[in-house]
């Protein structure tokens, strides 16, 4: 391998190197921020749950109390009904630490008043994590609460059964101790929801701590591969243009030495051309002894007009492709149009052909050379391929289409297959009807024009019938 190759298939190594190091960055940017997004999602399912819980112990406690003082059974159903919320979370939870069901699990914590998704985040939380020790720290709260839940049911079914009081001191001490009893189990439940929100908030912060700091190092990483990526695509496009720039230059002066080779060669050979024609012209003079002579000389002249046609079409085509149309100026398209029929008239009349206007817009900014080319390209155009079996027609016409000027030019004349011809219409020395002589160079001519102005034309065309060009010159 040379050190050449070596080299460029390093930088190529390093570019891939980048590019997979972004991607791979992205991909665990992804899965970290999902899976961050789903324990912080998990914590506060289980902080909603104690919000829950607590709120619901808190007013079975105050039921109870107030069934203790007044014995109103109404009141003790109350207690029941509050106390079962946290009982049932409690429930749903042992049963993860037991392995239970999952719909059982679900059951449980729905009858605690936690909403789907939220039983969704505490099932996954408590899977996932259930082996680190904040968990086992937040469940082992968790359950030291359940238990307190348990007494004060116990608590609550003593207090029923004792019920109603008697009005005696016996009971009066009775009724304090159960007082002393809920205020403790209360103050230890309520003790113990905070430490479980305590436990779970530092996990929750940490998380956040945790997740922006991943987040920056990675999005670090992350926009240095791809600027580095982005700095090599830029040297490489950079070094790309100056090379490209160099081969235009060199065709540029290719171009040139081509253009001063054939206009010196059509030149030189035009006076050797006149010369023969000259000679040819004298020959002429002098009476041929025989058929024979005359069929020689005949075809000499053939040849000899055909060779300097082709010679003035090189020299437009070159022209064409190498002069850049002069600025633009405002032309009154009627009276140009005026003019060169005026000039063309005795070509034009002789062909039988007539030629109508209709123009919406009359003013045009465009090349005047270039536009007194494109209508005697298509003027000739037509009257060359009229039909031979009616007067010619041919119809000039402008509007406004798509934002564009467009000059429309349609005739009545021999017509062709488009969906036949469609993509060499416009080609160099493309003739379709074989019969009638040309070059086939004015319908390129025509494009070559339209398109270095920035335009583009249009063909309609059918067998018999005529012809429609619309040229899309500019937008006014």
Request: charged content about 20%; some cysteine.
């Amino acid at each position: 391998m040379s050190q050449s190759t070596a080299i460029i298939s390093k930088k190529k190594g390093n570019r891939v190197f980048l590019l997979v190091v972004a991607v791979f960055a992205c991909a665990v940017l992804t899965i970290f921020n999902y899976n961050t997004i789903k324990v912080v999602s998990g914590i506060n399912a289980y902080i909603s749950g104690e919000s829950t819980y607590s709120k619901n112990q808190k007013e079975g406690v105050r039921h109870l109390m107030t069934y203790l003082v007044y014995e109103d059974p109404v009141e003790y159903e109350l207690f029941l009904q509050y106390i079962s919320i946290p009982s049932s979370t409690g429930s749903g939870l042992h049963g993860l630490l037991n392995s239970s069901s999952d719909s059982f699990v679900r059951e449980s914590l729905s009858k605690g008043q936690n909403p789907p998704e939220n039983i969704d985040n505490i099932i996954w939380l408590y899977k996932g994590f259930r082996h680190y020790k904040f968990m086992q720290n937040a469940i082992a709260i968790w359950w030291q609460g359940d238990s307190l839940v348990n007494q004060l049911i116990h608590l609550g079914v003593d207090i029923n059964k004792a019920t109603p009081f008697a009005d005696s001191k016996a009971d009066s001490l009775l009724k304090r101790q159960f007082f002393n009893e809920i205020n403790t189990l209360s103050i230890e439940l309520t003790s113990k929801e905070i430490e479980f929100s305590a436990v779970m908030g530092r996990v929750g912060r940490k998380s956040a701590s945790i997740l922006f700091w991943v987040n920056a190092i990675v999005i670090t990483i992350m926009l240095t591969s791809v600027v580095a990526f982005s700095n090599m695509l830029i040297y490489k496009l950079e070094k790309s243009k100056r090379k490209l720039k160099k081969i235009n230059t060199g065709l540029v002066a290719t171009n040139d030495k081509l253009d001063n080779f054939i206009f010196a060669t059509s030149h030189d050979l035009k006076a050797p051309i006149n010369n023969l024609q000259g000679l040819l012209n004298l020959l002429f003079m002098i009476p041929a002894t025989d058929p024979v002579q005359e069929n020689i000389r005949n075809k000499m002249n053939a040849s000899i007009v055909v060779l300097n046609a082709n010679i003035n079409r090189l020299e437009q085509l070159m022209l064409i492709d190498s002069k850049p149309d002069a600025d633009g100026a405002e032309i009154e398209l009627q009276d140009l149009l005026f003019q060169i029929l005026e000039e063309h008239k005795e070509f034009i009349d002789a062909a039988d052909t007539s030629v109508s206007t209709h123009f919406e817009l009359e003013k045009l900014r465009y090349s005047e050379s270039g536009i007194k080319e494109i209508i005697l390209n298509l003027l000739s155009n037509a009257i060359k391929y009229k039909s031979p079996d009616r007067s010619g027609e041919i119809k000039i016409s402008t509007y406004l289409k798509d934002g564009f000027f467009v000059l429309r030019f349609a005739d009545n004349g021999l017509g062709m297959d488009v969906s036949l011809h469609g993509d060499q219409i416009f080609g160099l020395s493309k003739r379709f009807h074989k019969d009638l002589s040309g070059s086939g160079v004015e319908l390129y001519l025509v494009k070559k024009i339209v398109e270095r102005n920035g335009g583009m034309i249009k063909a309609q065309s059918e067998i018999g019938v005529g012809t429609i060009f619309e040229l899309f010159l500019q937008k006014p």
